[in-house]
Structures are given as C-alpha cells and as structure tokens.
C-alpha cells in the first residue's frame, strides 16, 4: 500500500489528514517505534493525561498509553490489528506497549523515557514470553516490580473511536485495559525471595531520553 492509500485510510478512521500523513510515511513497526523515540516525553506538567491519537500528536509529547495508542493506529494502517497490552506493578507505574506479530513471532513498540522499557524484536513465541522479557527490567529502585501483564486487548472493541480523534483525555482506554483478564507472574511468596537489582542497575534509571524536570524528579 502506498503513503497515499495508507493516508486515505487514516483519514477514512477518523484522523485529519495532517496526521494521517504523519503516521502513513510509517512503513514499519521499526518506522514507528523511530517516530515515538524522537517524540518528547509527557511528563504531565498539568496532571494525568489519556490524550487521544489526535490529541498526542498535536501536542507533540506522549507517555506510555499515549505512546502506545498512536503505535496501535500505526500499525494498524501497516495491517496489524490495533493492539495494546498492560502490564501491572507492585507500587510501581503500570506500563502499556503495542504488541504485534510479524512471521508468528510477537514483539513490542514502547514509549519510555528510561532505557529498559523499550522496544522488542519480533523473535518471541507467545504474548507470554514476549511480557516475561521485561521482567528483571521492570523495577523501581532496587526492587523489581512486574507482577502481571494483560491479554491483547483490540482497540477495535471499543464502542466508539474517541481513542483516534476525540477531545480531551480518554480515560475509557486505561479502564479498560485495566479491567480485561490478567495473567499473574509472580506470586507473593515468590515476589518475597527476588534479588534485588545491584548498584550498576539501579545507577542506570538515571539515563532517560529526555531530562526530568525538576518538579517531576520530587515526585518520583
């Protein structure tokens, strides 16, 4: 499919045509996971924000399910369903990333500002493995902290298509994200015996793509 066909089909799916543009020049997940590294990071410097496709791309910034959602829309003019997948932390953040299969092998785009959360080549056999590659990654301090990850949830099951182009935040995505079936990983007694990260891995949540402002690392 040419930029232009992929153009008219974004437009067709409820984005305006400058962005439609904007996602139609993405010819592979690689393409699109190039275009969210280079986007800034939200750091919601006004409270939460869902923003929609639209809304993150004319804000030009994104976190993770924002991320997320424009790389589901991505993909899905690539002809991959729209997917997202959520994982769940022990007092940490929740993370969202945009699986997909290429050769029945899965693997991820991911918006992150830190360096582990990222990215993931096609090479994994099942969503399983695929969400078990972050495992000794995923962690806050010196304790690692995924304990489940959901099951592929298709964006196109939501009633509406506010996730593409409405206004204002989309709440919807993460509630519903956060009530479909999760598979648990860990168990307590198991999560009580991890080994902690050591120094050198915990010094590394101090390389991000973008500087944390001042206010957001009090937060932290």
């Known amino acids: ?15 305006p045509r400058p962005h439609a543009s904007t996602l139609a020049r993405l010819r592979t997940p690689e393409a699109v996971q190039d275009f969210l590294g280079a986007m ?18 004319e804000a030009n910034c994104a976190h993770c399910i924002e991320g997320a959602m424009v790389a589901a ?5 690539q002809g991959h369903p729209p997917l997202l997948l959520d994982f769940s932390a022990h007092r940490d953040m929740d993370h969202v990333i945009a699986p ?11 918006k992150t500002n ?5 990215w993931r080549d096609p090479v994994y056999r099942s969503v399983r493995e695929l969400a078990m590659s972050y ?3 995923y962690a806050k301090g010196p304790r690692k902290t995924l304990r489940a990850f ?10 509406d298509r506010g996730w593409i182009a409405g206004e204002g935040n989309r709440w919807e995505v ?4 956060t009530d479909i079936r999760h598979t648990v990983i860990v168990t307590p007694a198991q999560a009580r015996k991890l080994r902690h990260r050591d120094p050198v891995e915990v010094a590394s949540d101090k390389l991000t793509a973008f500087p944390i402002p001042r206010w957001k690392r009090q937060r932290l």
């Open 1 to 15: 499919m040419s930029i232009a066909e992929r153009t008219r089909l974004a437009e067709r799916r409820g984005l």
């Open 114 to 118: 830190y360096v582990c959360l990222r």
């Open 135 to 137: 495992f000794h990654e």
């Open 100 to 110: 997909f299969r290429l050769g029945g092998r899965w693997g991820a785009i991911s």
């Open 73 to 77: 829309f991505a993909l899905w003019l």
């Open 40 to 57: 800034p990071q939200n750091f919601e410097p006004d409270g939460d924000t869902t923003r929609s496709v639209r809304g993150t791309l």
């Open 150 to 159: 959901s099951a592929p949830f298709d964006l196109r099951r939501l009633a």
């Open 174 to 177: 993460g509630a519903r994200l």
